[in-house]
């Protein structure tokens, strides 16, 4: 199972939530079929995690990672893919793919690591950063609400919705397994502290709650997601939010785009 993780110089400040996620996804990923599995990262601190993991993996473009990863599913249904993502990256700069692939109920697993603020590039605020939050652009405080990303997801149609938190890897592990198994969109919201620039784990480690009931009735899981706003101070709730069986984009596509890799390969030799 060690074997999941690259010998490559980790570059993660120390104390980073990002180590959290990367050893609840060693531990799912070792319960699936590693060989299976196909890891896309976006750009940001957390993408660095396709450096970190011996998995197939994709370094895609920043907001990009969704659309690659729901290519690779539509040419190779047999794989597992996981977009490992980031705040700016999901909810700011690649927002439309997000949109699309919620609504059209890809096969993949999307996990957003929710630093709430755009960190590789040394402090702006994302969607997800509070009002009032002050940064390198914003030395006065921003004057913007955050966005609510499970609202959201559950309002664009996404079949699988829940959240973690990088402080609770057992539970996260649980999280990523169930996502990765799902049938279709899977939407995993992660709050990952970071300690440089936005030092949560105080506030998510006094608040943070897993919830006894989950996978709500949708009108419930709204009401549920909407507990926390990431605004307010109320208790964040944890756990499985939604999950709903339709049928897939690859499924509706049926086999017109699917490829054999392999036979093309030979051809060309
Ligand atoms: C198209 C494009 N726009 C902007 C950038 C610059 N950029 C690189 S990393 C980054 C911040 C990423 O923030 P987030 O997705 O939240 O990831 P984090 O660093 O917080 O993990 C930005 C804006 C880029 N690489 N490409
Ligand atoms: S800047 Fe923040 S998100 Fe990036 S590695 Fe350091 S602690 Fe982690
Ligand atoms: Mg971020």
């Excluded at 605020?125 to 002050?134: H, L, N």
């Excluded at 006894?212 to 101070?233: F, G, H, S, T």
Aim: glycine share 8%; with cysteine; aromatic share 8%.
């Amino acid at each position: 199972m060690d074997n999941l993780i690259l010998p490559t110089k980790n570059t993660w400040c120390p104390g980073c939530g990002n180590f959290g996620i990367q050893n609840a996804l060693k531990e799912a990923v070792s319960e699936m079929d590693p060989g299976k599995t196909v890891l896309i990262s976006g750009i940001g601190c957390h993408g660095k995690i396709s450096d970190y993991m011996n998995l197939n993996s994709v370094y895609a473009l920043h907001g990009r990672s969704i659309p690659v990863g729901t290519g690779i599913k539509i040419g190779n249904r047999e794989l597992n893919v996981v977009c490992m993502v980031g705040d700016g990256d999901t909810y700011d700069e690649g927002v439309s793919h997000f949109v699309h692939a919620a609504k059209r109920n890809s096969d993949i697993t999307v996990i957003v690591n929710d630093n709430r603020v755009f960190a590789l590039t040394v402090n702006q605020p994302t969607s997800t950063s509070p009002r009032g939050y002050v940064s390198t652009t914003s030395p006065k405080g921003t004057t913007e609400d955050p966005l609510n990303p499970l609202d959201t997801a559950l309002s664009l149609g996404a079949t699988f919705v829940a959240r973690g938190y990088a402080g609770k890897q057992e539970h996260l592990k649980r999280l990523i397994l169930e996502g990765m198994r799902h049938r279709g969109f899977s939407f995993i919201e992660v709050l990952q502290p970071c300690v440089v620039w936005f030092n949560t784990f105080p506030e998510y480690n006094e608040r943070c709650y897993e919830m006894e009931e989950e996978y709500l009735p949708i009108e419930k899981a709204r009401e549920k997601a909407r507990e926390w706003d990431y605004a307010n101070d109320n208790q964040i709730p944890l756990g499985i939010f939604y999950k709903e069986e339709k049928p897939t984009n690859e499924e509706q596509l049926g086999d017109i785009h699917q490829v054999d890799v392999l036979a093309m390969m030979e051809e060309s030799k």
